[in-house]
């Protein structure tokens, strides 16, 4: 695997670092800002490379659907990065870009989309489709046969129940438990989850 570089030099980035740094595959950031090490440039001086691989780490799904689709021309190649401490099925990696960090679990029958970041402790159940761009937070919890359109958050410690489907530009908030089905564009918080008003 070629090095990396990460897109995104928050705390988010740092972390995906220390997952690359685990393997000898960090190669540095791009950001809009200068970071403070391993600073590589800013955004629009990337460039395609035999060399390096890129991923995105933004944990907001709307700036990681905008930052993607502004460097598409560019045909970059996109890592997947699976943290050695969780358990997926490699066939269940629909796209690229996948972040997939420490402690996560996902069962069977499972259909994982572009630039979705999963995060540390976080469990899909069987037969889950989570759409592209999406960010399933800490330690949130989705149970089997849930669909999850593109773009949407999944706040630490969410639960969604069983057969469940969440639609595009969703956010559902911190500690929600979802046991309906939440439309586009939505934001739902509490539990159970109601649309804010």
């Known amino acids: 695997m070629n090095k990396v570089a ?9 972390e995906v670092r220390s997952l690359l740094e685990r393997n000898n595959l960090f190669a540095g950031f791009y950001d809009d800002q200068e970071v403070k090490n391993d600073y590589l440039g800013i955004l629009n001086q990337i460039s395609a490379s035999d060399y390096l691989q890129y991923l995105i780490a ?3 799904p709307i700036i990681k659907k905008k930052v993607t689709n502004q460097l598409e021309n560019l045909r970059l190649n ?6 050695e401490h969780a358990v997926v099925g490699k066939e269940q990696l629909k796209g690229e870009g996948i972040i997939i ?6 069962t069977v029958g499972c259909q994982i989309g572009s630039h979705v970041l999963l995060n540390i402790n976080a469990t899909i159940g069987h037969d889950v489709i989570i759409g592209d761009y999406c960010s399933i937070m800490p330690g949130a919890n989705i149970s089997g046969n849930v669909s999850i359109g593109e773009a949407t958050l999944i706040g630490s410690g969410a639960v969604i129940l069983q057969g469940i489907n969440i639609g595009v530009n969703v956010k559902v908030g911190a500690g929600a438990v979802v046991t309906k089905d939440v439309h586009d564009n939505t934001t739902v918080v509490g539990a159970p989850a109601k649309p804010l008003a």
Request: proline content about 0%; overall charge negative.
């Open 78 to 83: 996109y890592a997947t990065l699976i943290s």
């Open 58 to 60: 933004i944990g907001d």
């Open 101 to 106: 960090c420490d402690g996560v679990i996902t």
């Open 6 to 14: 990460i897109i995104g030099g928050s705390g988010l980035g740092r």
